[in-house]
């Protein structure tokens, strides 16, 4: 069974940075648009940014202008810069393919990401 890897995930202060890489086992990766979504405990999972095959990429408008996801097409790896954290970025961090496209039975575990003081 394909699946998505994520990694990276960590305690950290605010204002601190982290980079968050996501590989994925299966083969077709390159043709499909792919995000970073988080769930914080007590909310539904919230898609956090999208990049397209082609590199265009989309975020939500919490974590714009402080994340950047990109992807490594060769490596099947999509990662999230994610820089100047928050307190309210606290959450488990996932990627898959970008709505509506995702591959329900290849959700990760999801990395945890901790921003306190």
């Known amino acids: 069974q394909v699946q998505f890897v994520e990694s990276g995930g960590g305690f950290i202060q605010p204002g601190g940075s982290l980079r968050l890489p996501c590989t994925f086992s299966?083969?077709?990766?390159?043709?499909?648009?792919m995000a970073w979504y988080r769930q914080a405990p007590g909310n539904q999972r919230e898609l956090v940014a999208r990049?397209?095959?082609?590199?265009?990429?989309t975020y939500a408008g919490v974590v714009k202008g402080r994340f950047t996801i990109s992807r490594d097409n060769d490596k099947k790896t999509v990662f999230l810069q994610m820089n100047s954290l928050k307190p309210e970025d606290t959450a488990v961090y996932y990627c898959?393919?970008?709505?509506?496209?995702?591959?329900?039975?290849?959700w990760g575990q999801g990395t945890q990401v901790t921003v306190s003081s």
């Open positions: 898959n393919r970008a709505p509506p496209l995702q591959l329900r039975d290849s």
């Open positions: 299966g083969n077709a990766f390159s043709p499909y648009p």
């Open positions: 990049i397209s095959s082609g590199g265009a990429t």
